[in-house]
């Protein structure tokens, strides 16, 4: 099989800064415990919506090293994992971590933070965050001035019924079920 090669990564420091812009301070970015983080990449992989969008890939989700600085996915062939840095379990590098697998998915020979990971990412973040955390992180890419091609399944506007008539993401339904409301 011939080797796949990535394009030049070439805005991943600019799509750190408007993640960074959309969630800093935000509950999106409070830490989890390893034993949450498992469970929400659990309730991730059984979304209906990742399960036709990948074609039912459920990536291994590891702790990264002791000494690692950030988390990152890793793809070989049909093999998925993401590798979660101490102190990085949270719904902001869940979010990051699936959108990678769900690019590289599409094209694995895309950069790891171009358009296509933008449109994923965007996509992904619309059912893990919800409509707000989107909003949030679309407008921190235009404030950037990223742009994003749209994922290969866009996922459909998620409105799950809540007391306050508010959609939820899986992050928050997740966050919901932990404290048995």
Not at 22 to 35: I, K, T, V
Not at 108 to 119: E, K, N, Q, V
């Amino acid at each position: 099989m011939p080797e796949t090669r990535r394009a030049v990564d070439r805005e991943r420091a600019r799509v750190y800064r408007a993640e960074s812009t959309a969630f800093a301070h935000s509950r999106y970015e409070e830490p989890m415990g390893w034993l949450a983080v498992q469970a929400a990449a659990e309730r991730i992989a059984d979304d209906p919506w990742w399960v036709a969008a990948t074609g039912g890939c459920r990536p291994v989700v590891v702790k990264a090293r002791r000494d690692a600085a950030v988390s990152s996915s890793v793809s070989v062939a049909d093999q998925h994992s993401i590798r979660v840095a101490p102190g990085h379990g949270t719904w902001v590098t869940l979010s990051h971590e699936h959108a990678h697998v769900l690019a590289h998915r599409t094209d694995p020979t895309a950069p790891g933070h171009g358009s296509l990971f933008r449109g994923a990412h965007l996509a992904v973040a619309s059912r893990v965050l919800g409509p707000v955390g989107a909003a949030m992180l679309a407008r921190a890419y235009d404030l950037h001035g990223l742009s994003a091609t749209a994922a290969p399944s866009d996922p459909p506007p998620w409105q799950p019924p809540t007391p306050h008539g508010m959609p939820h993401g899986i992050a928050e339904l997740h966050n919901l079920a932990e404290r048995g409301a």
